[in-house]
């Protein structure tokens, strides 16, 4: 077959036009890549040559009203790894567990973590001790995608005496990262468990950073300086708080290893925390990095319950120290005053029907008025200021006082106090035949029956009796103070409370023993039945000095029996705090 010389011709041109078109595409693409769109594939190739490791920022410091270090940072080591996938990452922690000591259920949290985020450094110990590090840097050439940083630690100097206003750090949960509060967190990081560091994560918490590591093809990390500038973590601004650090010593100090409850000391102007300890305490430097299995263990199965917040979310029958509420109760509704007697005198108890309710003095103590009641505690006296004020008063009283209420503590998990809202709330717990108003009545007169209290809402009622009837909330962290009044005396009446409750710590009260040499202490003893064994309940909430009262202080000790026991614990926190108060006062003076 001949071909024309014009069809060769005209395929040439067509060749041409054809392979100038694919090289115009070519070029057009070439040039897109390396200069449209260059930004986005140089991006992408850092991204493939260099790995983001974060920084951990260290925690906001927690200072006391002095500014004595409460929680702080200090140098710590935590061990990562880099990991192209979960199967990846379990073969290499198999293989290193014969360097380290590496659990199964240490291994597959870290998987865990790893799914959660895979981009970011899989976790393995948080807090590795410096012989730890010293193995893995022998083996380091073994594990190439091994991280070992250098982060801050959270540090408390104080320890257990600390424990149950400061709570403790953790690593953040599966179950924490679905919550909205912990929004924006990865796995890994670490947050606040309890107490202050949980209530004030946020401002705790500080903004992580991130270094930008080289790694080659396999994902291994290639030992020279990163080709992006690192971002520095930023720490969080400190935390000012209203604890006295001295007081807070010397309370743990009471409470010792024997002693099993809660103490409180509030400042009766501005509800400031001075001291919050729940006995027995646990060490929160242990929670640090991960708490071992050994010792979370030794902490549940501990029969006097160190985890658990005696002071903040105990609720207990508050006995005698509610008296008070009873004795206030009457007083605003002009039913009683101080100097009225009631018409049986007390010859041991009283009688309501077919039973005979007991006064703790078997003896009697005949015929008395309402403020020698308040200081010998008279049970008989105030079970039938009880019957005069009313179930449905009564019951009101308390309510308006606090009684069914959280004190507003600026800590988490604070238990809300049981009290009645209604006589409904009787009859919908025993029905309309399990119960009746006369011995209800009689029960919650003298701080009993269906009423338990926390130690800090009891701190916080007498917090309005040392300030004329305003009740100011509890505050750890200084802050605008907030008060509220829950109840109205006359001058007179609250001179004749305040004289009432001196009296309890005065010769012939309930609690002579625990009187201050020149000052004038004034509270209320308690000594609670509860429903399970053991003796009572021991209580004592009071104030000093009681005419221009500088702090509350409410102690309850389980089953710790009189409540002058009790009594005596709380003088010696009060004689303490005032006398410390008194020499810096002269030596600024001074």
């Given amino acids: 077959m001949i071909v024309h010389p014009n069809d060769i011709a005209r395929r040439a041109r067509y060749g041409s036009i054809g392979l100038g078109v694919i090289f115009a595409v070519l070029i057009g693409a070439f040039f897109r890549a390396q200069v449209i769109d260059h930004s986005r594939y140089s991006t992408q190739s850092q991204e493939n040559r260099l790995r983001a490791i974060p920084l951990p920022a260290p925690r906001g410091i927690v200072y006391d009203q002095k500014g004595a270090i409460i929680a702080e940072n200090l140098p710590g080591y935590a061990v990562s790894m880099l990991a192209p996938s979960a199967d990846s990452l379990m073969s290499v922690m198999r293989q290193l567990s014969s360097v380290i000591p590496l659990t199964q259920g240490q291994m597959d949290a870290v998987v865990r973590r790893y799914r959660r985020d895979p981009a970011r450094p899989a976790v393995i110990i948080a807090d590795a001790s410096f012989d730890v590090i010293s193995v893995l840097e022998e083996h380091r050439l073994n594990f190439p995608r091994l991280l070992i940083q250098s982060v801050p630690k959270r540090f408390y100097p104080d320890g257990p005496v600390v424990s149950s206003f400061v709570g403790y750090t953790g690593e953040i949960t599966d179950v924490d990262l679905n919550k909205p509060q912990y929004q924006g967190y990865k796995p890994g990081q670490i947050v606040g468990k309890a107490g202050l560091e949980m209530q004030y994560e946020k401002a705790l918490r500080g903004k992580e950073g991130v270094r930008y590591d080289e790694v080659d093809a396999r994902g291994r990390i290639v030992p020279q300086p990163a080709a992006r500038a690192d971002l520095m ?146 049970d008989t006296y105030f079970y ?200 810096t006062a002269v030596q600024t003076e001074g």
Avoid at 235 to 245: G, V
Avoid at 260 to 276: F, N, R
Wanted: aromatic share 8%.
């Fill in 384 to 583: 039938q200021l009880g019957l005069k004020i009313g179930l449905s008063r009564l019951v009101a009283g308390g309510i308006s006082m606090g009684a069914g209420k959280h004190s507003g503590i600026d800590l988490p998990e604070e238990s809300k106090a049981i009290f009645p809202a209604n006589l409904a709330y009787f009859t919908k717990r025993y029905g309309p035949r399990g119960w009746t108003a006369g011995a209800t009545t009689l029960n919650l007169s003298i701080g009993q029956g269906e009423n338990s209290q926390t130690v800090i809402n009891m701190a916080k009622l007498y917090t309005a009796l040392a300030a004329g009837g305003m009740a100011a909330t509890p505050e750890v962290v200084r802050q605008a103070p907030h008060r509220e009044r829950i109840f109205t005396l006359t001058p007179d009446q609250m001179d004749g409370v305040i004289k009432a409750l001196a009296g309890v710590v005065a010769s012939g009260g309930t609690a002579a023993a625990s009187q201050i040499e020149g000052v004038m202490l004034a509270g209320k003893t308690g000594s609670a039945q509860h429903a399970g064994p053991g003796p009572d309940h021991a209580w004592f909430v009071g104030f000093a000095p009681a005419n221009a009262p500088k702090i509350v202080v409410a102690v309850m000790l389980e089953y710790g029996g009189h409540g002058a026991r009790a009594a005596r614990i709380a003088s010696s926190i009060i004689s303490h705090y005032l006398k410390v108060a008194t020499a």
């Fill in 233 to 378: 973590p930023e720490p969080s601004a400190p935390l000012y708080t209203n604890i006295d650090m001295d007081l807070q010593r010397y309370t743990a100090a009471i409470f010792g290893d024997s002693l099993q409850g809660g103490a409180v000391a509030l400042d009766p102007e501005t509800g400031g925390v001075l001291a919050l300890y729940s006995g027995p305490a646990y060490d929160p430097n242990r929670f640090t990095g991960g708490i071992s299995v050994d010792y979370w263990q030794q902490l549940l199965n501990d029969p006097h319950r160190p985890l658990y917040n005696k002071a903040i979310k105990g609720t207990y029958p508050p006995g005698s120290t509610f008296k008070l509420v009873t004795a206030v109760t009457g007083l605003q509704l002009g039913l009683v005053s101080l100097e009225d007697q009631m018409p049986e005198p007390c010859r041991g108890g009283y009688q309501l029907g077919n039973r005979y309710f007991k006064c703790w003095n078997h003896q009697g103590h005949g015929a008395i008025t309402l403020a020698r009641a308040i200081e010998v505690s008279c």
